[in-house]
């Protein structure tokens, strides 16, 4: 039972090209729009598109909104509520967890006729529920993306919908082109656009289909949109082992399939994707011939053995994509679409060898990254000191470790029993630093030390000074000066009687600079500081 | 999560009212034993495997017994057999005895989600008994139906009269088969086989189906299994104890999937996306000793959490830790990377320094953020690293760990050991 649709399809499709996939006019609800992730990948996706969210919807969150860089998007109840607020939409996006999503598809479909396309998101959905997804859609004339998609971008339009296609920045992967993507993989959707793009090829439209037992628009209807869509001159499908999809697609334009996964033969179970289960005659190997028998060629296309055809090539690494891309449209007269925007070359952003001595292959050095990462790394570098975490657990940091078999501990990687034979400084530096520091560094701590505790004209610095001319062992210096600050307070045992100390340096702070007679003096401040 | 068997398939089946074989389980007394040969004429003898297991018949692991000694000799052969079917190996652990049903006809029925008619599918067909591959297309009917209506009785008796079923069998395959779509959809399945159901013939020559042999998948992302109140050991078969933490933590946020690939091997590379996983495991080959997917954007806590149990399993035979993906849409790669860092720094605080070499390939939100945390971790630890952008060809990100890997092996490891003031 399904409601006709176009082509000549058993089951209903309503996509005719690819243009429709995603456009400028649709308008969108978003389930669980408040969720984790979708609170960060809505707003993103909502601003590239010139704002295509309409409202979202979060049970006993109405009131409330999400916020974007181009105004705040409307959180409601449910979708009813919505759209009696006077919202109107034609695409739902699902981020509900697994168990809700089944019954998501439901509520979008039972309340809002306008209702042409669904983007599911969720992962992990349960078969059962996955095929009574596909019964509703079919009977209702509904478009479905997914599962376990990230959704769909179009470059033409700047739209993206239902996922996070492009990451916090989607321009960077998605420019202007001729070529469509159809992948398994969300994650590769975005990889391979930008491969393409160092490459010279712009895009069209970017479907992240999922690859769970249900993928419900998949290869077949992708390649009837595909022929229709006047924008794009070729694709590059992303295909996983698992599922006859494939089989039945039938492709006028030309086409570079990545078919990974023969490996996967050896697993007893699924690994990563859920539909992406090996075994029977729709592993790895059986697609890729499924795709050779389709683009007429015997043997896959590597750098080594550029095998292709004007209707396409088999690759089995996304890398090789670019270069098959550009041999099978060389054979149809296309040219790249814009000069290249860089190469795939190994390019380490960090590095270090830690004075080992490697071979000159893996002595990789560091390079500027791309755009505008290297400004970032410049940035990153200019911070003094490491970035750790700062950790409520003694030790989590790591910073500190013990050795567990001499049970000394160190900091940074240097022995407390080598710390104690260095200065103070050297020691500051250290714990601040990472490093010892050299000779200027020292004097540098000296004074900023000197600055931060200012002791300048304080009783307990004569005291221990007197100590000291005095020939006393560093104890008892250090005694001296105990004495004058006091000792510990019954109230606070963490602070010392230091009012008694600051009664007793009164007289003499007369006769001292002007430092401590400012506004700004307060018992006990310069201690809790 | 595979259950082959009648020891509980006949359980699942009497669950729905289906009629089963009668079954005897390893325990069974030989009292027990004689009386079901003396009521059935002979017995079946199969060993018990966890799991999916096939081919079991061909491989000469089905005893047939017509008196108790023979039935006791068919249990010491098939006790503790192992079988081989394809790149499995399993452990039988105990006997079923099943009483024999004599049958002029024999019947596949089996039903699962086809990807060529994206709906839940029929497959019967009356020339049951043997593989349904081995049979022609015009013998057996392959039929699509409504999940919202479910299998109706109609779709078997379509299905049989295309196939010009004999007619004794008709009816009541019709009354019983709809049956089995309860036991499919409502309890978590992805697959369920009867092959073969024979048509028993009772004393007034009327035929009934009764299931001589099952087979199920469940879906593990469906916790509707559960409502069968199978024992929880049935699914454990092939998990290691690395598997089993790890698997403790899959949610559906994030994924957390793993597999051993090599427990010898020596790069640990978590890799993050389907994707990844599939083009690294593949060029990695061996030298990978797992293959993983722990994309998704995972939480700062779920992978520390992962990478810690990571770590305590693998990284004290590790020569490369692996890092690699593609450029990441939602997932934080500060996130990540620094909780991968923290558990490597907790690692080297708790259990001492290892000579490793890390290498990162990786793109997405965060991504500078994220490689100074990893950075900054591998400079304290004094680990040699490099770290690749999304720039940088995948595949020779991974030919460079795996060249890393060989110098490792040669003089790399005993160089990082000396280094680190550790034995190599």
């Known amino acids: 039972m399904y409601k006709r649709g176009v082509g000549e399809f058993k089951y209903y499709v309503g996509t005719s090209s690819l243009a429709q996939v995603a456009t400028r006019e649709d308008r969108v609800c978003v389930l669980n729009i408040l969720g984790g992730e979708s609170s960060e990948v809505t707003p993103v996706g909502h601003a590239y598109s010139g704002g295509n969210v309409v409202f979202g919807t979060s049970p006993g969150r109405r009131g409330q909104v999400l916020e974007t860089p181009i105004g705040d998007i409307p959180v409601f109840n449910n979708v009813l509520e919505g759209l009696q607020a006077g919202h109107r939409f034609n695409c739902g996006v699902i981020y509900l967890p697994p168990a809700g999503a089944r019954d998501g598809v439901a509520e979008l479909i039972r309340v809002n006729p306008d209702l042409k396309k669904i983007y599911i998101v969720t992962e992990k959905l349960a078969v059962h529920d996955s095929r009574e997804i596909r019964a509703m859609g079919q009977q209702n004339g509904i478009d479905i993306f997914g599962a376990n998609s990230l959704g769909v971008a179009d470059s033409w339009h700047q739209v993206r919908i239902g996922g996070a296609l492009g990451g916090d920045n989607p321009a960077e992967a998605l420019r202007k082109g001729s070529i469509a993507i159809f992948s398994n993989s969300g994650n590769f959707t975005t990889t391979i656009a930008t491969y393409l793009r160092m490459a010279g090829w712009g895009t069209t439209t970017l479907i992240s289909s999922g690859k769970d037992v249900y993928i419900h628009f998949a290869a077949p209807e992708f390649a009837f949109a595909l022929a229709n869509d006047a924008r794009t001159k070729a694709a590059v499908l992303y295909v996983e082992p698992g599922g006859y999809y494939e089989l039945d697609a039938e492709f006028t334009k030309p086409v570079v399939a990545c078919v990974v996964g023969r490996w996967k033969n050896k697993l007893t179970r699924a690994v990563g994707h859920a539909g992406a289960m090996a075994g029977g005659a729709d592993d790895a190997a059986t697609k890729e011939r499924w795709f050779m028998e389709k683009f007429a060629v015997d043997a896959l296309f590597t750098p080594d053995r550029p095998v292709c055809s004007a209707q396409g090539a088999v690759v089995t690494n996304i890398a090789h994509i670019p270069l098959a891309l550009a041999a099978v449209m060389r054979e149809n007269a296309t040219r790249p679409d814009f000069a290249p925007e860089g190469n795939l070359a190994l390019k380490p952003w960090f590095g270090s060898s830690q004075g080992l001595r490697l071979p000159p292959p893996l002595d990789l050095p560091v390079v500027e990254a791309v755009a505008p990462y290297g400004e970032q790394i410049a940035a990153l570098n200019k911070q003094i000191g490491a970035t750790f975490p700062r950790q409520s657990l003694k030790d989590a940091s790591g910073a500190s470790q013990m050795d567990p078999r001499t049970q000394v501990t160190s900091l940074y990687g240097v022995s407390m029993l080598e710390a104690a034979q260095y200065p103070l400084e050297a020691n500051v530096s250290l714990a601040l630093l990472r490093e010892q520091g050299g000779e200027n560094d020292k004097k540098l701590i000296d004074v900023a030390i000197g600055a931060y505790v200012n002791l300048h004209g304080d009783p307990a610095l004569a005291a221990a000074q007197a100590a000291r001319d005095t020939g006393n062992a560093p104890n008892s210096v250090l005694a001296a000066a105990a004495c004058i600050i006091g000792g510990v307070s019954r109230a606070d045992p963490r602070r010392p009687c230091a009012a008694a100390a600051r009664r007793a340096a009164r007289p003499r702070r007369r006769i001292g600079p002007t430092a401590r007679s400012g506004a700004g003096w307060a018992p006990g401040r310069h201690r809790s500081r | ?424």
């Open chain 2, 1 to 424: 999560m595979q259950v082959t068997g009648m020891l509980y398939g006949a359980k699942m089946l009497r669950f729905v009212g289906f009629p089963t074989s009668e079954v005897l389980g390893p325990d069974a007394s030989e009292d027990e034993i004689k009386a079901l040969i003396d009521r059935h004429g002979e017995v079946f003898v199969k060993p018990v495997f966890k799991g999916g297991v096939g081919k079991k018949g061909k491989a000469g692991l089905l005893g047939r017994a017509k008196d108790l000694k023979t039935a006791l000799k068919e249990k010491e052969r098939l006790y503790f057999v192992e079988h081989r079917h394809g790149h499995q190996i399993a452990k039988a652990n105990g006997v079923t005895f099943e009483g024999a049903v004599p049958a002029d006809h024999e019947v596949y029925f089996s039903i699962t989600d086809s990807t060529h008619f994206r709906a839940p599918t029929m497959t019967l067909t009356h020339h049951g008994g043997m593989d349904i591959e081995e049979l022609d297309k015009d013998q057996v009917a392959q039929i699509p139906f409504d999940s919202l209506t479910g299998l109706k009785a109609f779709v078997v008796a379509n299905a049989l009269s295309a196939l010009d079923a004999p007619k004794p069998i008709i009816s009541p395959l019709v009354q019983h088969l709809p049956k089995l779509w309860e036991l499919y959809h409502d309890f978590g399945m992805t697959t369920l086989e009867l092959n073969p159901i024979r048509m028993h013939e009772d004393k007034r020559g009327r035929l009934s189906p009764v299931a001589c042999d099952f087979k199920c998948g469940f879906d593990r992302d469906d916790p509707r299994w559960q409502r069968l109140n199978l024992p929880s050991h049935l699914f454990a078969v092939d998990y290691s104890d690395f598997e089993q933490e790890i698997n403790q933590l899959r949610t559906y946020q994030g994924q957390s999937d793993v597999y051993v690939i090599n427990s010898s091997g020596t790069i640990l590379a978590p890799t993050f996306g389907g994707g990844a996983n599939s083009l690294v495991t593949q060029m990695l080959g061996d030298e990978a000793i797992i293959s993983s997917d722990f994309g998704g954007n995972p939480p700062y806590e779920k992978m520390k959490e992962v990478a810690r149990i990571c770590f305590k399993h693998w990284l004290h035979q590790t020569n490369v830790l692996f890092i690699i993906g593609g450029k990441s849409n939602n997932t934080d790669i500060f996130e990540t990377l620094r909780a991968i860092a923290d558990a490597l720094r907790e690692h080297f605080s708790q259990h001492g320094a290892t000579p490793l070499y890390v290498v990162i390939g990786r793109g997405g939100p965060n991504l500078i953020r994220g490689m100074g945390a990893a950075r900054d971790t591998f400079d304290a630890l004094g680990l040699p690293y490099r770290i690749f952008g999304f720039d940088s060809d995948m595949s020779e990100v991974i030919n460079y760990a795996k060249a890393v890997d060989a110098w490792m092996k040669e003089t790399g490891r005993a160089q990082i050991a000396a280094t680190l003031k550790i034995p190599g």
